[in-house]
């Protein structure tokens, strides 16, 4: 297929939302990709739709997930969630896994895929950090290192083991999921990227390289792979 189609979950119905997604559709675009926008419907048949209709699916950034949902109380620092995104990201998950459909998990986006597959979340980085990992003055530019896997896919498309990176985050992977390993890691210790054991195409990214891509050729490569491999599935 010449241009696949991408479904991405609705962000959000607010201006600033939509201005989000903005980022994501660029950069698919950009790659080759249509891109299908998602109501959040938590219903089987709007989930049944959005396979049967989408060759890949991106999740992208957003709210804290609830921490029930990882089995734990809220804690200090635990930001505002919202459920029915939980909802039907979950659900919609769950199904493009089953279905194997090629994956990009964004900031949220990953540990959405992580709390999928058992794993927790530390609420706040605030006492953890050596320095500021939610650093919204520098969206567009790097403000860190990452060390990659140099076995991992990621690796693979970045032809590199090192990376320089923008953070975005206050909330990260603690324990990873069953079937999921780190394949990136920040100077601290904490996880900057996950895939998935055996499993075709899957990119989950703590990192935004949305707002990195228009600067940063390498990271634009990181949404022209995942459109490859929704174009061409193994």
Not at 30 to 51: F, M, S, T
Not at 82 to 99: G, H, K, M, Y
Not at 179 to 202: K, M
Not at 223 to 232: E, I, M
Request: hydrophobic share 40%; net charge negative; glycine share 8%.
């Amino acid at each position: 297929m010449l241009y696949p189609t991408i479904g991405v979950p609705l962000p959000g119905k607010s201006i600033f939302h939509r201005g989000l997604l903005t980022w994501y559709t660029r950069c698919l675009n950009r790659a080759g990709a249509n891109v299908q926008i998602l109501n959040l419907y938590p219903y089987e048949a709007a989930i049944a739709q959005a396979i049967a209709q989408c060759d890949g699916f991106l999740f992208p950034g957003g709210p804290d997930i609830q921490p029930e949902r990882y089995g734990q109380e809220r804690k200090s620092g635990c930001r505002e969630s919202n459920p029915v995104r939980d909802d039907f990201e979950l659900l919609l998950l769950e199904q493009a896994l089953s279905a194997q459909k090629p994956l990009f998990c964004i900031g949220r986006g990953m540990q959405l895929l992580n709390v999928h597959f058992g794993g927790t979340l530390m609420q706040d980085l605030k006492f953890h950090q050596e320095y500021e990992h939610r650093d919204l003055w520098h969206m567009t530019s790097a403000t860190h290192p990452v060390e990659i896997d140099p076995e991992s896919l990621l690796a693979d498309i970045l032809d590199t083991d090192t990376a320089a990176v923008n953070s975005l985050h206050h909330q990260a992977v603690e324990e990873v999921g069953n079937g999921l390993f780190i394949c990136a890691d920040s100077p601290e210790g904490f996880a900057e990227a996950l895939e998935i054991d055996d499993y075709p195409f899957c990119l989950a990214l703590q990192w935004h390289p949305e707002y990195m891509a228009g600067r940063t050729r390498t990271q634009q490569q990181l949404f022209r792979a995942f459109t490859d491999a929704c174009r061409n599935p193994s």
